[in-house]
């Protein structure tokens, strides 16, 4: 019997199956709810049969690892020849202290950095700005100029391990800080690895941490691109991110649409710039959250790298396979962790966990089960880290690559997310662009739906979330809250104005002035910021240069 | 017949951090109960919230904060609202408040804070029984 044939008879087969035996059984034990979905709002089926995966060619859609169109993951010997990264995002209070947190984290086997910057340095401000006051070293790590970093970094070789930065608008400034502790370390900028996030358009609606307005973000993004690609080819220069865009409330869907529509404008900025795409492209890398709905996120990831390869080939006519692949981190979504009974959200981490290693991730950054609460102890980062040497080592589920392949179910899922993607793209092309979706709220608006679609799920029960409104109890878990001592602040403030002091000033003025001067010529301005940093400038002084030729962005608020 | 006034709400988010998930939800989930709402955007310092208190001549004013910054910023809120003699302005806040912060909190004179998981039913029934009566 032909294929087709043989499917015939099981749509046959299922139809009985629906008459016979079915009704009998939902007679006896109905279903639980009238219907089943996701979060993207997908109908799921009470089972799925080869009649869903019947369009699906399998050397077309999935192929091998390694091999086009990348849908079993980009390596092809995958988590078999090495295991994902597992990098924690952390920083806290002084660089003294964070370096500390680092070295413990090195110690027990963790195999990348990534900081976590305080929210002055994230805005590009000096923490003695009035702005500053209350936030400094509290949500991550001060970093005012190269004094701060060189602390950072003492007794940690930057050759050894590669270092993720989640920095967006002063992205340009803190790689230029890298590179220069880079120079004095004596590491080659050839030999510098790490990422910085440096995706500016997810800014405008999913993360809101902005300075400039959209057109000298994307430039600015656009020059660490460049930069990289000559001078520090190992170094990821973006991250485009889908991490913000689903915690600030997206569902699946949107966040995949999303992030690889942003991927698709930056291809676009880098190749107006005179870059031809197989110099930059293998250097992309992205981001996305993991969620609590395990094959839908599984069905996500794996969709993620098809159309990827898709646009790299189609799109943009790229020839070198690498840049094609989707190379990706994951981190375990913050927003489903819950304050309530938090030891819970140990479970819920392990969870999305197991659905980015089962998709074939490159990169896992595990939630600790107190950030709901609070920053994470070390307890509990601990034991974030030791979920996924678990989930490595002790589960099985790393044996195989691309284990789900073949359901009907995820195939058919991963299919559902494709197509909707696509129907994105296009409104968004006819929109004009990612630029113009901002300007005109869309991604804003199509955002904070989702988000209270989402709640009031929640606040009506229909969306059970255990220990928020079902199975409560009064109990309280005591948590330990990790403060950042207020003289953090103080002590950083100090530091920074008798740096401020103590350099050499007139050296400070005259490269501040070049880069005001570069940046109104429309130069590529990282040469100019590595300059900068190294005289010792600060964060503050080169964002308020940029500031002044650029303007600050105003933001649209869309509820 | 003058129609029953509006009750007046500013939503409004004190400091750097950019967590605007719940503030817009609570915005949105206290418009469908009736109520007019201002929300203020991001990064805003004390100064400009008790201004657009002032200037909108608000009820209530909901604060949310989630980057820890609240035991400098809430206190600095409460003074300025002294100062500009809007005492009798219902003041509640939410996002990520420690436990241990919110006797603190509640003693400056932040009448109910709510934490992850309130459900926003229960935040608007508080609006409703606690909004100080004009005359």
Same mark, same amino acid.
């Given at each position: ?77 995958m ?31 963790e ?23 209350g ?120 966040e995949?649409a999303?992030?690889?529509?942003d ?39 794996r ?18 396979l ?83 392949a ?10 559902e ?35 209270? %679609?989402?709640? =009031? !799920?929640? &606040?009506?029960? $229909?969306?059970?979330? #255990? ?7 009064? *109990? @309280?878990?005591?948590i330990?809250v ?15 104005? %008798?740096?401020? =002091? !103590?350099? &050499?000033?007139? $050296?400070?003025?005259? #490269? ?7 940046? *109104? @010529? ?30 600050e ?7 | ?18 967590h ?36 909108e ?63 926003t ?15």
């Open positions: 019997m032909s294929d087709k044939g043989k499917i015939n008879e099981i749509a046959k087969e299922l139809e009985r199956w629906e008459k016979t035996t079915l009704p009998k059984w939902m007679g006896q034990r109905p279903e639980r709810k009238s219907e089943f979905r996701n979060h993207s709002d997908t109908l799921i089926k009470r089972v799925y049969t080869p009649e869903d995966t019947k369009e699906l060619d399998y050397m077309r859609d999935l192929g091998f690892p390694g091999e086009y169109p990348f849908t079993r993951g980009v390596h092809a010997t988590h078999r020849g090495r295991l994902w990264t597992m990098r924690q995002f952390s920083g806290y209070g002084t660089a003294e202290q964070t370096n500390q947190r680092f070295k413990y984290l090195l110690k027990e086997g195999t990348g950095l990534s900081i976590a910057f305080d929210y002055p340095t994230i805005r590009g401000y000096d923490s003695d700005n009035p702005l500053s006051k936030e400094v070293g509290i949500c991550g790590v001060a970093v005012a100029s190269l004094k701060d970093m060189e602390v950072l970094f003492d007794g940690i070789p930057i050759d050894k391990v590669t270092t993720s930065m989640t920095i967006n608008g002063p992205a340009a400034m803190l790689l230029a800080m890298y590179i220069a502790l880079g120079d004095k370390q004596g590491v080659p900028r050839e030999n510098l690895g790490g990422t910085t996030q440096n995706d500016m358009l997810k800014e405008f609606f999913a993360q809101k941490l902005i300075i400039f307005p959209p057109k000298p973000s994307l430039k600015l993004v656009t020059d660490i691109i460049e930069y990289c690609t000559r001078h520090v080819p190992r170094w990821n220069p973006i991250s485009i991110s889908g991490y913000h865009i689903r915690e600030a409330g997206a569902n699946a869907v949107q995949l999303f992030t690889l529509y991927g698709i404008t930056y291809l676009e900025s880098c190749l107006e710039r005179g870059m031809k795409v197989d110099e930059f492209a293998p250097r992309l890398s992205f981001f996305f959250a993991a969620h609590n709905d395990l094959f839908e996120e599984i069905a996500k990831f969709a993620a790298r098809r159309i990827w390869a898709k646009i790299m080939k189609g799109r943009f006519h790229a020839k070198n690498r840049s094609m692949w989707m190379r990706m981190h994951v981190q375990t979504a913050g927003f489903t962790l819950t304050a309530q009974q938090p030891l819970n959200n140990i479970t819920r981490v392990t969870i999305q966990a197991v659905s980015a290693v089962l998709a074939g991730t490159q990169s896992l950054h595990t939630n600790s089960f107190d950030e709901a609460l609070a920053l994470p102890s070390e307890e509990a980062v601990r034991i974030a880290l030791r979920t996924q040497q678990i989930i490595a080592h002790e589960s099985g589920v790393a044996n195989t690559i691309d284990p789900l073949g359901s009907y179910y995820v195939e058919n899922l991963t299919n997310m494709e197509e909707r993607a696509m129907e994105y793209f296009k409104k968004l092309d006819d929109m004009g662009g990612a630029i113009a979706a901002i300007e005109r709220g869309f991604f804003q608006k199509e955002i904070a739906d989702s988000a209270y %679609k989402y709640q =009031r !799920e929640v &606040d009506g029960k $229909k969306r059970i979330l #255990v220990g928020v409104n079902d199975y409560t109890t009064e *109990e @309280k878990y005591p330990k990790l403060r950042v001592d207020p003289k953090v602040e103080e002590e950083h403030v100090a530091r920074l104005q %008798k740096l401020k =002091r !103590e350099r &050499d000033n007139r $050296k400070v003025n005259e #490269v501040l002035e070049k880069l005001h001067y570069n940046t *109104e @010529k429309d130069e590529n301005l990282m040469p100019t910021i590595i300059d900068a940093v190294k005289a010792y400038a600060t964060i503050g002084e080169i964002c308020g240069v940029l500031r002044k030729v650029y303007g962005y105003k933001e649209l608020i869309v509820i | 017949m003058q129609s029953e006034r509006k009750i007046r709400v500013l939503i409004a988010k004190p400091g750097l951090d950019s605007d998930r719940g503030a817009k939800i609570i915005a949105r989930a206290l418009r469908d109960a009736g109520m007019e709402v201002i929300y203020t955007g991001l990064k805003q310092t004390p100064e400009q919230i008790v201004e657009t208190a002032l200037q001549d608000v009820d209530v004013i909901g604060l949310s904060i989630l980057s820890g910054a609240h035991k400098t910023l809430f206190p600095r809120i409460i003074q300025l609202l002294k100062e500009k003699d809007l005492t009798d302005v219902l003041v509640i806040a939410g996002g990520i408040i420690p436990e241990e912060d919110v006797a603190e909190m509640k003693e400056l004179g932040i009448k109910e804070m709510f934490g992850p998981g309130t459900p039913d229960k935040i608007v029934q508080f609006v409703f029984e606690n909004v100080p009566k004009r005359t």
